[in-house]
């Protein structure tokens, strides 16, 4: 299957989720439930994480193609961050269906 073709499908499977989780919310009001339903969980593991894994991939590509430029221009950091670190914060700290990342966790460190 061609990447356009899995792009496609990809957006069309959005499109018929999206709708869906809106009137979930629209129904239980804003923040009701923080608790990510079995159909979030679905879609996120289905469409969301493949699709930022892969906008982890072409960013990574692009920054790195980029890279000489956003060193002359002075803005490697703000690039970086936009193009690899983004997408893949949203890959990796984000629970299964929850649409924000895992706040950091505080460590406590033992008195010396």
Known sequence: MSAFKLVVAATLVMALVRPSLATEADMYGPGASDQPTAAAMVADALVARPLYAAATAIGAAVFVVTLPFSAIGGNVKEASQELVTGPAQGLLTRC???????????????VE
């Open 96 to 110: 299964l269906g929850c649409r924000q990342p895992v706040p950091a966790a505080h460590i406590e460190r033992p």
